[in-house]
Antibody, heavy 115, light 110 residues
Framework: QVQLQQWGAGLLKSSEALSLTCAVQ????????WSWIRQPPGKGLEWIGE???????NYNPSLKSRVAMTADSSKNQFSLRLSSVTAADSAVYYC???????????WGRGTLVTV | QSALSQPVSVSGSPGQSITISCTGS?????????VSWYQQHPGKAPQLMIY???NRPSGVSNRFSGSTSGNTASLTISGLQADDGGDYYC??????????FGTGTTVTVL
């Protein structure tokens, strides 16, 4: 059964870059769509973007200028980088995945990032 | 891209049925029928409950059902149980390779 294990720095200063990684355990890396979704404290979910195993990316237009997603199939990992963070970027960040590009069937446990 | 609109809260007694609506613009839903629903308990990651409008993933109770009509998607929970309480979010493919989530609804089991 595929599981997602995520990690990254939890405390940042304004203008720094957020960097998170998600590892795929117990299953193949190929054939999935890999996504990042965030949730500010007490608020709703926001889709950040996705990357597939061909390396193609799609980003939320509101974050596109600051977001970069990469995938490393040799390590079964995918990563998120969000540059120039501010307090408004404080949130729990989730990695998510699915074989279909239209849903998010697998989720990591979330990483709280505070700016 | 604005968030899809959901009621802030919905409540019901055990055994009753409740319905949560999710409303967007034509460009949000289009003809894609790619609406999914997620349940989230406090401090936990969301869980997929419905995908492509009305399909249930393996392991999700058949008490959960989804439908879509025009610019509104709906999630119905029948035979409400205490564990159904929590936050529910809709999500739709909005074209141009982007997704948008709903504002979220808190379900309270009375």
């Amino acid at each position: 059964q595929v599981q997602l294990q995520q990690w990254g720095a939890g405390l940042l200063k304004s203008s720094e870059a957020l960097s998170l990684t998600c590892a795929v355990q117990g299953g193949p890396f190929s054939g999935y769509y890999w996504s990042w979704i965030r949730q500010p404290p007490g608020k709703g979910l926001e889709w950040i973007g996705e990357i597939n195993n061909r390396g193609s990316t799609n980003y939320n237009p509101s974050l596109k200028s600051r977001v970069a997603m990469t995938a490393d199939s040799s390590k079964n990992q995918f990563s998120l980088r969000l540059s120039s963070v501010t307090a408004a970027d404080s949130a729990v960040y989730y990695c998510a995945a699915d074989r279909s590009g239209s849903r998010f069937g697998l989720w990591g446990r979330g990483t709280l990032v505070t700016v | 891209q604005s968030a899809l609109s959901q009621p802030v809260s919905v409540s019901g007694s055990p055994g009753q049925s409740i319905t949560i609506s999710c409303t967007g613009s034509t460009s949000d839903f289009g003809s894609y029928n790619l609406v999914s629903w997620y349940q989230q308990h406090p401090g936990k990651a969301p869980q997929l409950m419905i995908y492509e409008g009305s399909n249930r993933p393996s392991g999700v109770s058949n008490r959960f059902s989804g439908s879509t009509s025009g610019n509104t998607a709906s999630l119905t929970i029948s035979g409400l149980q205490a564990d159904d309480g929590g936050d529910y979010y809709c999500c739709s493919y909005a074209g141009r390779n982007i997704f948008v989530f709903g504002t979220g609804t808190t379900v309270t089991v009375l």
